[in-house]
T-cell receptor, first 114, second 111 residues
Framework: SQTIHQWPATLVQPVGSPLSLECTVE??????LYWYRQAAGRGLQLLFY??????ISSEVPQNLSASRPQDRQFILSSKKLLLSDSGFYLC?????????????FGPGTRLTVL | DAKTTQPPSMDCAEGRAANLPCNHS???????VYWYRQIHSQGPQYIIHGLKNNETNEMASLIITEDRKSSTLILPHATLRDTAVYYC????????????FGTGTQLKVEL
């Protein structure tokens, strides 16, 4: 069966510090991968998606970047965090061979920037 | 992608059916209706999807009107663990298969 992992579960970082969040998927190959952010009391916002290794599409201009160094690894990064980067970060995957938009979400990382 | 409209909140008594409506009057012929839910502090969970026929799985039933301009998600016997935000999303395929989450309906199941 397929599983998706995210770490860390929670993170507190000072403004201006770097960020690296990791997401890995097991039990599937060539998945579509997605990074979402949910600010406190708000809906989910799609940040990046990837259809293959090294292929990243950015949905909104921001202080963050994403990379996909391996087929089942998706990394979210920042060189200098802002207060507005605080939120709940969720990684999701979708089977590339699937016809439908059934996405499976990880447990999320709660980031607080102070 | 077609826009969806959902009530911001609903209450339901435990054991009763919860009927969550969604309007998607601008849906096009190749777009599916998806339902996800998000329990507090967790990632969203896929529930069900449909194109034009009614669908049922172990979690819920999806009723889509004949003109496809609205749909209803039915949780037949709601429990306290069904308390969550429910999102109705309309989407076709391709283009990275992205999902656009709105604000959803906060369902509160009470004793």
């Amino acid at each position: 069966s397929q599983t998706i992992h995210q770490w860390p579960a929670t993170l507190v970082q000072p403004v201006g510090s770097p960020l690296s969040l990791e997401c890995t998927v097991e039990g599937t190959s060539n998945p579509n991968l997605y990074w979402y952010r949910q600010a406190a009391g708000r809906g989910l916002q799609l940040l990046f998606y990837s259809v293959g290794i090294g292929q990243i599409s950015s949905e909104v201009p921001q202080n963050l970047s994403a990379s996909r160094p391996q087929d089942r690894q998706f990394i979210l990064s920042s060189k200098k965090l802002l207060l507005s980067d605080s939120g709940f970060y969720l990684c999701a995957w979708r089977a590339l061979a699937g016809m439908y938009n059934e996405q499976f979400f990880g447990p999320g990382t709660r980031l607080t920037v102070l | 992608d077609a826009k969806t409209t959902q009530p911001p909140s609903m209450d339901c008594a435990e054991g009763r059916a919860a009927n969550l409506p969604c309007n998607h009057s601008t849906i096009s012929g190749n777009e599916y209706v998806y339902w996800y839910r998000q329990i507090h502090s967790q990632g969203p969970q896929y529930i069900i999807h449909g194109l034009k026929n009614n669908e049922t799985n172990e979690m819920a039933s999806l009723i889509i009107t004949e003109d496809r301009k609205s749909s209803t998600l039915i949780l037949p016997h709601a429990t306290l663990r069904d308390t969550a935000v429910y999102y109705c999303i309309v989407r076709g395929t391709g283009g990275g298969n992205k999902l656009t989450f709105g604000t959803g309906t906060q369902l509160k199941v009470e004793l």
